[in-house]
């Protein structure tokens, strides 16, 4: 296959093209700090919270790899071209969701919302990181992965700041409200939350339109193009693609789970349990249809299954011939996504108790007097002041949460494309080592620290560590995968990050519940242990002789 010569773009070419990487990290941003407070608002516990965010490592396993086989497969000029017609559509979806996600009245309907706007989100998301590696040459992948992770900490830094300047411009707290609102069936979701959802679905569409008005594509050449007229003549349209592998993906496990749970009823008291065995049914009902597909080529019937969960394939066979270096770096990333999903579920309620001093206790009793509330019982004065109390220094948790969070964020918009030199003189690698250690110091300094403005020190290493860990694996990674395949082999990265969430999401309610006291302070000093895990494995990252940045890379 001919090989396209690609040019080497402006320093504003490459800003626009990632622009739209701004709007997708806001809705991000406000993933990371606000939807787990808002479930705590709606009446969730700490250790429900795991299985609650369920949505983003289940999305972005299934969705990211299906979205980059077919771009990969796509080439629409009347749409943009191969990876625009899909983050636009993401766009439109994430932006959709976050309009209506502070309306959420109770938690079942937000828990829904953040399914639908995880969906969105990874859409755009696996297109865009291989749009980067599309338009640009190996000089200056490094480059182009750095500036798209200068946007994902200016997005993710207005997300964050926009909650904490709201929550002190906004915030009106006066005594009997939270039990006004209550009373008239509306949510205790802050109204001042509502202004940072919409300031991001405006950023969302806004930035991906202008990345799409401003990059063109680099057409296929014209025996490329041949090649996916070819493999689409028998192929259903990308939307029946998508709708299709998600209803075979699905529909077994779940009727199997809902069959084994009424077989034992108390599967249904167990959450996590159950959705372990659906995540193990599910697994295995994937290697079966694999293998039904692979030995039956003869059979039209199973071939026009086969046709239909072609991406799904497509991922399958990329991960069988995937490079060591990506073997490697998903042990890294077992340890850094678990932890980066811990610290975002717990920092807050880490700040009800370390800066605000709300106990386990504290909570229960307010859990306890909202649940009599809406019950319909009559509310002492002194309950209902203490309810509006703890309300109260919850939404200043969660406004200096954003705080803290934007900070780190705007840390790795200014330290971003300064990596860039620091991994050419000294190695991608090193940099990326030595970025894993000053997270976990952060994280493990972080429930030790009382003052809150000290607490915006840890946030300058976390702020460093994950500009690092935006951009340079990407980077690495985009060197050693080959570029027919780049668009699959960016949504198997994803898989390595979502992966780990997922084994958070079903493990970690019970580890808090059960071995850190439900203290959601622990949870952060566990979450440190894990980046300095991730760390010790990164040494093992070795790019082949012919990538290497520097000799410190091998």
Not at 97 to 118: M, Q
Not at 491 to 511: A, E
Request: glycine share 8%.
């Amino acid at each position: 296959m001919v090989k396209i010569t690609k040019p080497r773009l402006s320093f504003w070419q490459i800003w626009n093209m990632n622009v739209g990487f701004f709007g997708i990290q806001f809705s991000f941003g406000l993933q990371q700090t606000a939807v787990s407070p808002i479930f705590s608002f709606l009446g969730a516990h700490h250790d429900e919270l795991p299985l609650l965010n369920l949505a983003g490592p289940v999305t972005g396993l299934l969705i990211q790899p299906i979205i980059g086989a077919i771009s990969d497969k796509t080439w629409s000029p009347k749409w943009g071209g191969r990876r625009k017609p899909f983050f636009l559509i993401g766009a439109i979806l994430a932006s959709l969701c976050l309009f209506a996600f502070p309306f959420s009245p109770e938690l079942w309907f937000a828990v829904g919302l953040l399914w639908i706007l995880d969906a969105g989100n990874n859409t755009a998301m696996e297109p865009y990181r291989a749009f980067v590696g599309d338009k640009l040459p190996d000089s200056q992948l490094t480059f182009g992965y750095q500036m798209q992770s200068l946007f994902v900490g200016a997005g993710i830094t207005l997300a964050n700041l926009s909650l904490f300047m709201f929550q002190h411009w906004f915030s009106t707290p006066e005594t009997g409200g939270l039990f006004d609102a209550a009373n008239e069936g509306a949510s205790s979701i802050p109204t001042w939350v509502y202004y940072s959802f919409f300031l991001g679905a405006l950023a969302s569409i806004g930035t991906v339109m202008w990345s799409v008005w401003k990059t063109p594509e680099i057409p296929p050449t014209d025996e490329e193009l041949q090649e996916i007229k070819r493999h689409n003549e028998d192929t259903p349209a990308p939307i029946i693609q998508i709708l299709s592998v998600l209803l075979v993906i699905f529909s077994v496990p779940l009727l199997l789970g809902y069959l084994t749970a009424n077989i034992f009823p108390e599967l249904w008291h167990n959450t996590n349990l159950l959705v372990v065995i659906m995540l193990v049914y599910a697994f295995f009902w994937l290697y079966f249809l694999y293998r039904l597909i692979k030995k039956n080529t003869d059979n039209r019937t199973i071939q026009k299954l086969g046709d239909t969960l072609d991406p799904l394939l497509e991922a399958a066979e990329a991960i069988g011939e995937m490079p060591g270096f990506l073997w490697k770096l998903a042990a890294v990333y077992l340890f850094q996504w678990y932890a980066l999903f811990v610290y975002w579920q717990f920092m807050p309620p880490m700040l009800r108790t370390s800066l605000y001093g709300i106990s386990n206790e504290d909570n229960a009793r307010f859990d306890s007097i909202m649940e009599s509330f809406r019950g319909g019982a009559e509310i002492s004065a002194q309950d209902m002041s203490f309810a509006e109390q703890i309300q109260s220094l919850a939404e200043q948790a969660l406004g200096h949460a954003g705080l803290m969070n934007g900070t780190y964020n705007f840390v790795t918009m200014l330290v971003a494309l300064a990596l860039v030199p620091m991994a050419a003189k000294i190695g991608s690698k090193l940099v990326y080592v030595v970025c894993l250690f000053l997270t976990g110091i952060a994280m493990l300094s972080m429930p030790f620290i009382a003052n809150k403005w000290l607490l915006l020190a840890p946030m300058v290493l976390f702020g460093i560590g994950w500009a690092a860990m935006m951009g340079i694996p990407y980077a690495m990674v985009s060197k050693v995968i080959p570029e027919e395949r780049r668009g699959v082999y960016m949504g198997i990265v994803n898989m390595m990050i979502v992966i780990p969430m997922l084994i958070q999401t079903v493990s970690f309610g019970p580890i808090i519940k059960n071995f850190l006291n439900n203290d959601a302070t622990w949870a952060i000093i566990f979450a440190g242990v894990f980046f300095i895990v991730a760390g010790i494995f990164a040494i093992r990252l070795n790019l082949p002789k012919d990538k290497l940045d520097t000799s410190l890379d091998a």
